[in-house]
């Protein structure tokens, strides 16, 4: 059974980094994969993805902070630096249904839990 597992999540000032891990107990590597997030009172939105040829897109709120990664252990990264208030979400990582990727949650079969990530200015 397919299993992810956020952590990493914390509180932090504006400006500081945080990198969040997500492990994967499936096929990472051939499946597209995402980190998504959720603040109170909004949609879940797509943040990254990372398909299975290593092809990453990001929302235009985090390009150039963020960075989505994966290694052969089959982990999922999220490198947020120079964080803002607005970053402030449930952030979750997911796995999709197929090597492509699409920011369309509803593309994605397998959830994590989520990791609190909370920016105070």
């Known amino acids: 059974q397919v299993q992810l597992a956020e952590s990493g999540g914390d509180s932090v000032q504006a400006g500081e980094s945080l990198r969040l891990s997500c492990s994967n107990s499936?096929?990472?590597?051939?499946?597209?994969m995402a980190w998504f997030r959720q603040a109170p009172g909004k949609e879940r939105e797509a943040v990254a993805t990372?398909?299975?040829?290593?092809?990453i897109r990001y929302a235009d709120a985090v390009k150039d902070r963020f960075t989505i990664s994966k290694d052969r252990p089959q982990n999922l990264y999220l490198q947020m630096n120079n964080l803002k208030p607005e970053d402030t979400a449930i952030y979750y990582c997911?796995?999709?249904?197929?090597?492509?990727?699409?920011?369309?949650?509803?593309?994605?079969?397998?959830w994590g839990q989520g990791t609190q990530v909370t920016v105070s200015s």
């Open positions: 997911a796995r999709g249904r197929s090597a492509g990727c699409s920011f369309e949650a509803r593309s994605f079969s397998y």
């Open positions: 499936g096929s990472a590597y051939v499946f597209c």
């Open positions: 990372i398909d299975s040829a290593g092809i």
